[in-house]
């Protein structure tokens, strides 16, 4: 068998130690299910986005809030983010209005708490496997020189049974080991790039959310105000009668 064929990628994982092959094994599982959660949420942050603005744009074109309500209530399990926030919030706004004795305080709190807890909850739903791919991109590397030291390790113990040492001895054993650096390499670094890519495109969409919640309290609270403005005048007019 000459150098080359030594060297080469499929004979350097063949010829490797059990534990060296054990470790390029668990960093190619690892990196499977670590591109499976890429491409997944990359479809799942992509229809996020597209849906939000879709209903931001329904939303800002002036249409009932009623009818959007009823729109969102209907499509609930095929909604986007935003359009669930908004049903929770209106929807609690809604109840608190008719049950007698609320304050206009304690309806805009509900509304407000109703709409943050589901705003949480699509917030998990988006950041779902990120720690994973994090995880893959920081631990990754290590688990690859781990086997690079050990390749090396078992490299110079056997150079101890050779009288003379050279680079034909050598090599093999080397390449071998850091093939596992190889892989963690390629294993991380896609990770990486995915994990900032992600989080960089939910924090767009967290702050769309939480802008999205501060208009939509204002506009309930000027809804809310303006029956009370009319009793309000109404009863100072009777009163300068």
Avoid: C
Avoid at 109 to 130: I, N
Avoid at 148 to 165: D, K, P, S
Avoid at 168 to 184: K, S
């Amino acid at each position: 068998m000459n150098v080359s064929q030594d060297l080469s990628l499929i004979s350097l994982i063949g010829n490797a130690s059990v534990l060296v092959q054990l470790v390029l094994a668990l960093l190619l599982v690892v990196s499977m299910i670590s591109w499976w959660f890429i491409f997944r949420k990359m479809f799942v942050v992509r229809d996020a986005m597209r849906r939000t603005d879709q209903f931001e744009r329904s939303f800002w074109s002036g249409a009932d809030l009623g009818t959007l309500y009823q729109a969102a209530a209907g499509a609930r399990h095929n909604a986007g983010s935003m359009e669930r926030i908004f049903e929770s919030g209106f929807r609690e706004f809604v109840k608190l209005r008719k049950q007698s004795g609320t304050s206009l305080g304690m309806i805009m709190d509900g509304t407000r708490r109703a709409m943050r807890a589901t705003y949480q909850r699509e917030l998990d739903h988006l950041e779902a496997h990120l720690s994973f791919l994090a995880t893959v991109g920081s631990v990754s590397p290590y688990v690859g020189l781990f086997g690079t030291v050990w390749g090396i390790m078992n490299a110079f113990r056997g150079l101890a049974n050779v009288g003379q040492a050279t680079l034909a001895h050598v090599a093999p054993g080397i390449a071998e080991a850091l093939v596992a650096t190889a892989m963690g390499l390629f294993a991380a670094i896609p990770a990486v790039i995915a994990f900032n890519h992600f989080v960089r495109h939910i924090e767009r969409l967290s702050t769309r959310f939480d802008s999205f919640m501060e208009e939509f309290s204002n506009i309930l609270q000027r809804q809310a105000n303006a029956p009370q403005q009319a009793a309000t005048g109404q009863h100072a007019a009777l009163n300068s009668n």
